[in-house]
Protein backbone atom coordinates (compact mmCIF):
# COMPACT_ATOMS: atom_id res chain seq x y z
CA UNK A 1 0.00 0.00 0.00
CA UNK A 2 0.85 3.85 0.02
CA UNK A 3 3.54 4.95 2.58
CA UNK A 4 3.79 8.48 3.98
CA UNK A 5 5.96 9.45 6.56
CA UNK A 6 6.58 12.41 8.80
CA UNK A 7 10.03 13.74 9.78
CA UNK A 8 10.84 14.24 12.93
CA UNK A 9 8.70 11.19 14.77
CA UNK A 10 9.15 13.74 18.06
CA UNK A 11 10.37 16.99 18.43
CA UNK A 12 11.47 19.05 21.29
CA UNK A 13 11.85 23.46 20.99
CA UNK A 14 12.02 26.06 23.02
CA UNK A 15 9.00 28.68 23.76
CA UNK A 16 8.92 31.49 20.88
CA UNK A 17 11.49 29.20 18.43
CA UNK A 18 10.23 27.91 14.93
CA UNK A 19 9.88 23.95 13.69
CA UNK A 20 9.55 22.19 10.43
CA UNK A 21 7.25 19.15 9.76
CA UNK A 22 7.58 17.45 6.87
CA UNK A 23 5.52 15.00 5.17
CA UNK A 24 5.98 12.69 2.33
CA UNK A 25 4.56 10.63 0.10
CA UNK A 26 7.18 7.29 -0.70
CA UNK A 27 5.68 5.79 -3.28
CA UNK A 28 3.07 7.88 -4.89
CA UNK A 29 2.45 11.07 -5.70
CA UNK A 30 -0.29 13.27 -3.58
CA UNK A 31 -2.05 16.05 -5.21
CA UNK A 32 -3.51 16.72 -2.14
CA UNK A 33 -2.35 16.57 1.17
CA UNK A 34 -4.25 17.35 4.46
CA UNK A 35 -2.52 18.73 8.43
CA UNK A 36 -4.46 17.28 11.59
CA UNK A 37 -3.88 17.98 14.95
CA UNK A 38 -4.32 16.00 18.01
CA UNK A 39 -4.28 16.95 21.46
CA UNK A 40 -4.23 13.98 23.90
CA UNK A 41 -6.96 11.54 24.40
CA UNK A 42 -8.78 13.68 21.73
CA UNK A 43 -9.98 13.13 18.31
CA UNK A 44 -7.58 14.55 14.88
CA UNK A 45 -9.02 18.05 14.13
CA UNK A 46 -8.32 19.26 10.06
CA UNK A 47 -6.24 22.34 10.44
CA UNK A 48 -5.53 22.64 6.52
CA UNK A 49 -5.73 21.24 2.97
CA UNK A 50 -2.49 21.46 1.17
CA UNK A 51 -2.81 21.36 -2.98
CA UNK A 52 0.62 21.38 -4.56
CA UNK A 53 2.33 24.48 -6.36
CA UNK A 54 -1.42 26.63 -4.97
CA UNK A 55 -1.84 28.04 -1.27
CA UNK A 56 -3.31 26.23 1.79
CA UNK A 57 -6.78 26.12 2.65
CA UNK A 58 -6.52 26.67 6.57
CA UNK A 59 -9.94 25.70 8.73
CA UNK A 60 -11.61 28.25 10.34
CA UNK A 61 -9.82 29.02 13.87
CA UNK A 62 -6.28 27.99 12.07
CA UNK A 63 -3.97 31.09 11.92
CA UNK A 64 -2.63 30.63 8.87
CA UNK A 65 0.23 33.29 9.77
CA UNK A 66 1.54 30.41 12.89
CA UNK A 67 0.98 27.72 10.70
CA UNK A 68 3.09 27.56 7.54
CA UNK A 69 2.28 25.29 5.07
CA UNK A 70 3.89 24.45 1.85
CA UNK A 71 3.45 22.04 -0.58
CA UNK A 72 6.24 22.74 -2.84
CA UNK A 73 6.14 19.23 -4.62
CA UNK A 74 3.91 15.88 -5.49
CA UNK A 75 5.78 14.37 -2.85
CA UNK A 76 6.68 16.78 -0.02
CA UNK A 77 4.02 19.18 1.95
CA UNK A 78 5.65 21.03 5.12
CA UNK A 79 4.42 22.73 7.95
CA UNK A 80 6.07 25.22 9.78
CA UNK A 81 4.81 26.48 13.25
CA UNK A 82 6.20 29.99 14.25
CA UNK A 83 6.71 31.30 17.02
CA UNK A 84 5.88 28.13 19.25
CA UNK A 85 4.00 28.42 22.57
CA UNK A 86 3.39 25.80 24.85
CA UNK A 87 -0.46 25.20 23.70
CA UNK A 88 0.76 24.28 19.98
CA UNK A 89 2.24 20.97 22.07
CA UNK A 90 0.52 18.16 20.38
CA UNK A 91 0.31 15.57 17.81
CA UNK A 92 0.25 16.35 14.04
CA UNK A 93 -0.58 13.94 11.44
CA UNK A 94 -0.82 14.90 7.63
CA UNK A 95 -2.47 12.52 5.37
CA UNK A 96 -2.43 11.98 0.95
CA UNK A 97 -4.47 11.25 -1.46
CA UNK A 98 -3.04 9.41 -4.44
CA UNK A 99 -5.34 10.73 -7.10
CA UNK A 100 -8.44 7.97 -6.54
CA UNK A 101 -11.26 9.90 -4.65
CA UNK A 102 -11.39 7.39 -1.25
CA UNK A 103 -8.14 6.84 -0.81
CA UNK A 104 -6.15 8.39 1.77
CA UNK A 105 -2.91 7.59 3.73
CA UNK A 106 -1.74 8.85 6.94
CA UNK A 107 1.37 9.69 8.13
CA UNK A 108 3.28 8.16 11.39
CA UNK A 109 2.62 11.73 13.34
CA UNK A 110 4.61 13.91 15.02
CA UNK A 111 4.65 14.38 18.41
CA UNK A 112 5.64 18.50 19.22
CA UNK A 113 6.39 19.58 22.67
CA UNK A 114 7.10 23.19 23.36
CA UNK A 115 8.90 23.79 26.85
CA UNK B 1 -16.84 21.18 9.82
CA UNK B 2 -19.87 18.82 9.44
CA UNK B 3 -20.06 16.47 12.53
CA UNK B 4 -19.86 13.27 13.32
CA UNK B 5 -21.31 11.84 16.55
CA UNK B 6 -19.52 8.46 17.69
CA UNK B 7 -20.58 6.23 20.61
CA UNK B 8 -19.53 4.90 23.24
CA UNK B 9 -16.88 7.05 24.78
CA UNK B 10 -15.46 4.29 25.76
CA UNK B 11 -16.21 0.02 25.69
CA UNK B 12 -14.86 -2.59 27.35
CA UNK B 13 -15.64 -6.32 26.39
CA UNK B 14 -13.86 -9.65 27.69
CA UNK B 15 -11.33 -11.34 25.30
CA UNK B 16 -13.89 -13.70 22.10
CA UNK B 17 -16.97 -11.08 22.82
CA UNK B 18 -18.58 -8.48 20.13
CA UNK B 19 -17.31 -4.83 20.37
CA UNK B 20 -19.75 -2.78 19.04
CA UNK B 21 -19.09 1.48 17.96
CA UNK B 22 -21.70 3.13 16.30
CA UNK B 23 -21.41 6.82 14.62
CA UNK B 24 -23.84 9.08 12.75
CA UNK B 25 -23.73 11.64 10.68
CA UNK B 26 -25.19 15.03 9.29
CA UNK B 27 -24.01 16.07 5.81
CA UNK B 28 -26.07 13.75 3.45
CA UNK B 29 -23.11 14.60 1.02
CA UNK B 30 -20.66 12.34 2.78
CA UNK B 31 -20.58 9.06 0.95
CA UNK B 32 -17.40 7.39 2.38
CA UNK B 33 -17.34 6.09 5.44
CA UNK B 34 -13.92 4.22 7.09
CA UNK B 35 -12.93 3.05 10.57
CA UNK B 36 -9.24 3.76 11.97
CA UNK B 37 -7.70 2.13 14.45
CA UNK B 38 -5.02 4.19 16.36
CA UNK B 39 -2.65 3.15 18.91
CA UNK B 40 -0.85 5.29 21.30
CA UNK B 41 1.71 7.70 19.58
CA UNK B 42 0.87 6.44 16.23
CA UNK B 43 -0.71 8.07 13.48
CA UNK B 44 -4.29 6.13 12.71
CA UNK B 45 -4.38 3.04 10.57
CA UNK B 46 -7.45 2.27 8.03
CA UNK B 47 -9.38 -0.63 8.92
CA UNK B 48 -12.47 -0.94 6.70
CA UNK B 49 -14.53 1.33 5.03
CA UNK B 50 -17.65 1.49 3.05
CA UNK B 51 -19.55 3.60 0.37
CA UNK B 52 -23.09 4.24 0.96
CA UNK B 53 -24.51 1.67 -1.86
CA UNK B 54 -24.25 -1.19 0.08
CA UNK B 55 -25.82 -1.95 3.87
CA UNK B 56 -22.53 -4.16 4.80
CA UNK B 57 -18.88 -4.49 4.68
CA UNK B 58 -16.98 -7.52 6.24
CA UNK B 59 -13.36 -7.73 6.53
CA UNK B 60 -11.96 -10.70 8.45
CA UNK B 61 -13.39 -10.19 12.08
CA UNK B 62 -14.26 -6.15 10.96
CA UNK B 63 -17.81 -5.79 9.87
CA UNK B 64 -19.25 -2.07 9.02
CA UNK B 65 -22.89 -1.90 8.95
CA UNK B 66 -24.45 0.86 7.33
CA UNK B 67 -28.47 2.68 7.44
CA UNK B 68 -28.56 5.26 5.08
CA UNK B 69 -31.65 6.52 5.86
CA UNK B 70 -31.00 6.84 9.75
CA UNK B 71 -27.15 8.50 8.82
CA UNK B 72 -26.14 5.93 11.01
CA UNK B 73 -22.91 3.59 10.31
CA UNK B 74 -21.36 1.25 13.12
CA UNK B 75 -18.27 -1.05 14.02
CA UNK B 76 -18.39 -4.53 15.18
CA UNK B 77 -15.50 -6.63 15.87
CA UNK B 78 -15.84 -10.01 16.30
CA UNK B 79 -14.04 -12.63 18.88
CA UNK B 80 -12.14 -9.58 19.97
CA UNK B 81 -8.55 -9.77 21.66
CA UNK B 82 -6.46 -8.06 23.41
CA UNK B 83 -4.65 -6.94 20.41
CA UNK B 84 -7.62 -5.30 19.33
CA UNK B 85 -7.22 -2.51 22.42
CA UNK B 86 -7.03 0.58 20.70
CA UNK B 87 -8.71 3.94 20.06
CA UNK B 88 -11.37 3.58 16.91
CA UNK B 89 -12.44 6.58 14.68
CA UNK B 90 -14.82 6.67 12.63
CA UNK B 91 -15.02 9.26 9.63
CA UNK B 92 -17.04 10.44 6.55
CA UNK B 93 -16.04 12.72 3.88
CA UNK B 94 -16.88 13.37 -0.17
CA UNK B 95 -14.72 12.47 -3.17
CA UNK B 96 -11.42 14.30 -2.25
CA UNK B 97 -12.29 15.95 0.88
CA UNK B 98 -10.73 15.75 4.03
CA UNK B 99 -12.03 13.06 6.06
CA UNK B 100 -14.17 14.52 9.62
CA UNK B 101 -13.60 12.12 12.57
CA UNK B 102 -15.64 11.19 15.60
CA UNK B 103 -14.30 11.67 18.72
CA UNK B 104 -13.41 8.36 18.81
CA UNK B 105 -14.12 5.01 21.15
CA UNK B 106 -11.35 3.71 23.29
CA UNK B 107 -11.38 -0.10 23.34
CA UNK B 108 -10.44 -2.23 26.29
CA UNK B 109 -10.20 -6.25 25.45
CA UNK B 110 -9.99 -7.39 29.03
CA UNK B 111 -8.03 -11.44 28.95
Known amino acids: GAVVSQHPSRVICKSGTSVKIECRSL??????MFWYRQFPKQSLMLMAT?????????EQGVEKDKFLINHASLTLSTLTVTSAHPEDSSFYICSATTGQPYEQYFGPGTRLTVT | QQQVKQSPQSLIVQKGGISIINCAYENTAFDYFPWYQQFPGKGPALLIA?????SEKKEGRFTISFNKSAKQFSLHIMDSQPGDSATYFC??????????FGKGTTLSVSS
Open chain 1, 50 to 58: SNEGSKATY
Open chain 1, 27 to 32: DFQATT
Open chain 2, 91 to 100: AANQAGTALI
Open chain 2, 50 to 54: IRPDV
